[in-house]
T-cell receptor, first 113, second 111 residues
Framework: DAMVIQNPRYQVTQFGKPVTLSCSQT?????MYWYQQKSSQAPKLLFH???????NEADTPDNFQSRRPNTSFCFLDIRSPGLGDAAMYLC????????????FGPGTRLTVL | AQRVTQPEKLLSVFKGAPVELKCNYS??????LFWYVQYSRQRLQLLLR??SRESIKGFTADLNKGETSFHLKKPFAQEEDSAMYYC?????????????FGKGTTLSVSS
């Protein structure tokens, strides 16, 4: 089945230790998104790629970076994780804009010790 | 500012009772509205979108531009409807426009 895959499902890191979360898709969608979802809160968009064009949300901290080396893969890099970065990170894809259906991965739960 | 408000954090109903999950939005223009659902231990997925004007799993939602609302309704709730429901909006169908989510409402249907 075509889908959105996130690895790992659970990630534990230490305060300040860089961490990379991975997302891959077999849908061949143009757009890939990264959302941060903290407990009992709405998913919050961090950034998205439309093909190779990177779009950063204005309030996304510089600590968060992203890479999209090809259509299928997108990575979320947290350069120096703080305790406040502990959250569920959701990857999603859509054919084109947000007006299209977004297809979500299962998420990666990040714990910062 | 673009915003989605879901006033109820939790909605508990009995099986067979009608359900209405409220959603209000703030957007200067003509947004596209969606309901996404997350069942226990499953990924977030689209339930329905206003432009489709369809009923999915017995749920319907009508966009009321005058009241800036997009409430989700079902006449007879089932236990399998228990889930977290998110209302979301997007700007016009432009390349790369992303979703803005509400905080979500947990629907609990008991027998």
């Amino acid at each position: 089945d075509a889908m959105v895959i996130q690895n790992p499902r659970y990630q534990v890191t230490q305060f300040g230790k860089p961490v990379t979360l991975s997302c891959s898709q077999t849908l061949n969608h143009n757009v890939m998104y990264w959302y941060q979802q903290k407990s009992s809160q709405a998913p919050k968009l961090l950034f998205h790629y439309y093909d190779k064009d990177f779009n950063n949300e204005a309030d996304t901290p510089d600590n968060f970076q992203s890479r999209r080396p090809n259509t299928s893969f997108c990575f979320l890099d947290i350069r120096s994780p703080g305790l406040g970065d502990a959250a569920m990170y959701l990857c999603a894809t859509s054919v084109n804009s947000g007006g299209d259906t977004q297809y979500f991965g299962p998420g990666t739960r990040l714990t910062v010790l | 500012a673009q915003r989605v408000t879901q006033p109820e954090k939790l909605l508990s109903v009995f099986k067979g009772a009608p359900v209405e999950l409220k959603c209000n939005y703030s957007y200067s223009g003509s947004p596209e509205l969606f309901w996404y659902v997350q069942y226990s231990r499953q990924r977030l997925q689209l339930l329905l979108r206003h432009i489709s004007r369809e009923s999915i799993k017995g749920f319907t939602a009508d966009l009321n531009k005058g009241e800036t609302s997009f409430h989700l309704k079902k006449p007879f709730a089932q236990e399998e409807d228990s889930a977290m429901y998110y209302c979301a909006l997007s700007g016009p169908n432009q390349a790369g426009t992303a979703l803005i989510f509400g905080k979500g409402t947990t629907l609990s249907v008991s027998s």
